[in-house]
């Protein structure tokens, strides 16, 4: 099973997403599925992500594929989730039977998913706070990966906090029940049905 997911900007999300749905798919027994993210087109930011040319391009780009899993961030935007279930009916018709299109928007930003891998929270931090937070990257993300010396590497931070959260899985989808335990429940109704 070919899967490909499509951040809005492959650069620097790839690092926290692709470990992160290995893991889920190996959550909902499908750990052999092949996992790419989407660097061709690079979409370059929400405002493409969510451009139907832009996501009806990409499906045709790749008929291998059965399972497409566009992934942005929501950044506190109230209507975030209803222009993906838009995209999500127009790409239905487009894939056809046996293939699907799943959409999910990280609360606040995808920085947020790596964040959620960490056992204890740096002192003064609540994870309310850090779910809460309109701009989690700037606030929060950045802090630890600064705290801990990783932005000199690929990501600035996100390949090693990426891996760490895939690893404390569980802990990830428990605390970020409004997207990533939402996506995963999408997948386990896909393949049940």
């Given at each position: 099973?070919?899967?490909?997911?499509?951040?809005?900007?492959?650069?620097?999300?790839?690092?926290?997403?692709?470990?992160?749905?290995?893991?889920?798919?190996?959550?909902?027994?499908?750990?052999?599925?092949?996992?790419?993210?989407?660097?061709?087109?690079?979409?370059?930011?929400?405002?493409?992500?969510?451009?139907?040319?832009?996501?009806?391009?990409?499906?045709?780009?790749?008929?291998?594929?059965?399972?497409?899993?566009?992934?942005?961030?929501?950044?506190?935007?109230?209507?975030?989730?209803?222009?993906?279930?838009?995209?999500?009916?127009?790409?239905?018709?487009?894939?056809?039977?046996?293939?699907?299109?799943?959409?999910?928007?990280?609360?606040?930003?995808?920085?947020?998913w790596a964040l959620a891998g960490i056992a204890t929270l740096p002192k003064g931090w609540t994870w309310t706070d850090v779910r809460a937070?309109?701009?989690?990257?700037?606030?929060?993300?950045?802090?630890?990966?600064?705290?801990?010396?990783?932005?000199?590497?690929?990501?600035?931070?996100?390949?090693?906090?990426?891996?760490?959260?895939?690893?404390?899985?569980?802990?990830?989808?428990?605390?970020?029940?409004?997207?990533?335990?939402?996506?995963?429940?999408?997948?386990?109704?896909?393949?049940?049905?």
């Amino acid at each position: 099973m070919n899967v490909l997911i499509i951040p809005e900007d492959f650069r620097k999300d790839q690092h926290v997403l692709r470990p992160i749905i290995s893991k889920m798919f190996a959550a909902v027994g499908k750990s052999k599925a092949n996992i790419q993210v989407c660097i061709d087109p690079l979409l370059g930011g929400v405002t493409e992500a969510l451009k139907w040319e832009r996501i009806a391009e990409v499906i045709e780009m790749y008929p291998m594929v059965t399972v497409f899993l566009l992934i942005v961030d929501r950044d506190a935007k109230e209507g975030r989730r209803t222009a993906l279930d838009n995209l999500s009916t127009k790409a239905a018709s487009l894939i056809g039977e046996g293939r699907v299109f799943l959409t999910e928007n990280a609360w606040q930003e995808i920085e947020v998913w790596a964040l959620a891998g960490i056992a204890t929270l740096p002192k003064g931090w609540t994870w309310t706070d850090v779910r809460a937070e309109a701009h989690p990257k700037e606030r929060y993300f950045t802090s630890y990966a600064t705290s801990r010396g990783l932005l000199d590497e690929p990501g600035q931070g996100r390949t090693t906090l990426g891996r760490e959260a895939a690893q404390n899985y569980s802990r990830v989808r428990s605390r970020c029940k409004e997207d990533v335990a939402q996506l995963e429940n999408q997948l386990k109704e896909w393949f049940d049905s």
